[in-house]
């Protein structure tokens, strides 16, 4: 099955995470997290407001993980994405995907930006914030030319970093970012042109990939606008996201080909 994912290129993830398996690059990955310290937290879930940035590698990984689970799991988890892809805009109190009632259901297996999150302090963390929510507000100002009013507290919910992450001995941690970037980054080049590794790097969220590979590209803006608008016209975001999901395609790896199906 050939899926269109995040770029100009095609990709066909069954022969992609084949490809991965056979030449270790998700045990090689593994390997990567496992160097990571065991470290604690307050547990409030502030940075747990959006589903991470992920390599194409860690994509794979996370659908291999996804294929493994209960039907009704995978495909909650697949609705969400749904809902994230399309509608995150407009709903301030969403969550990432992965985010239950006990926390992370993949905590073991959480991805890069998850496990650096604490242990790289910006060298000015309030002016990292402002630039953030800058982005955010730029983004919002484009949509409210389109029609769409993007609550204040969407905006405002960016958070670029933490200093609540200790060690087991209640020390602060600090990892060097950019060097375990690039090991990630070398294990995606083993799949795809250099080219579309630099142009990716991490940016691309588990929802954004999934709605890539469900749906045509060229075509997700243009079905976030009308949906938005739908929304803010009074129609029901789940009725939407009832709508969505009938229409999507997942790629077969998934296991879930369309959101229709019982």
């Known amino acids: 099955m050939m899926s269109a994912l995040a770029g100009s290129w095609e990709c ?25 310290p065991e470290v604690t937290c307050d547990n409030c879930a502030r940075c747990c407001f959006e589903s991470p940035g992920v390599f194409f590698v860690e994509y794979l990984d996370t659908l291999h993980m996804i294929a493994d689970l209960p039907t009704d799991r995978r495909r909650h988890l697949l609705r969400g994405a749904v809902r994230e892809l399309f509608f995150s805009w407009i709903e301030p109190d969403r969550t990432c995907i992965f985010l239950g009632p006990s926390g992370c259901n993949i905590y073991h297996q959480r991805p890069l930006a998850c496990r650096l999150f604490g242990l790289v302090a910006p060298a000015e963390r309030e002016q990292a914030e402002v630039e953030a929510r800058l982005a955010a507000r730029q983004e919002a100002q484009r949509l409210r030319l389109l029609g769409i009013e993007v609550p204040e507290a969407v905006i405002r919910r960016s958070l670029v970093s933490c200093d609540r992450v200790r060690n087991m001995r209640g020390e602060p941690v600090r990892a060097d970012a950019d060097a375990i970037a690039v090991r990630v980054a070398d294990l995606d080049a083993a799949l795809l042109p250099r080219q579309v ?22 075509v997700v803006e243009k079905m976030r606008v009308q949906l938005l608008r739908r929304a803010q016209r009074g129609e029901s975001v789940e009725e939407l996201v009832d709508l969505v999901w009938r229409q999507a395609r997942f790629p077969g790896v998934v296991g879930v080909e369309s959101g229709d199906r019982p």
């Open 12 to 36: 066909d993830l069954e022969e992609a995470l084949g490809r991965a398996r056979r030449e270790g690059l998700l045990d090689s990955l593994a390997r990567v997290y496992a160097e990571f």
């Open 197 to 218: 590794v630099a142009e990716e790097f991490c940016f691309q969220s588990v929802a954004e990939r999934l709605g890539a590979a469900a749906f045509m590209p060229e």
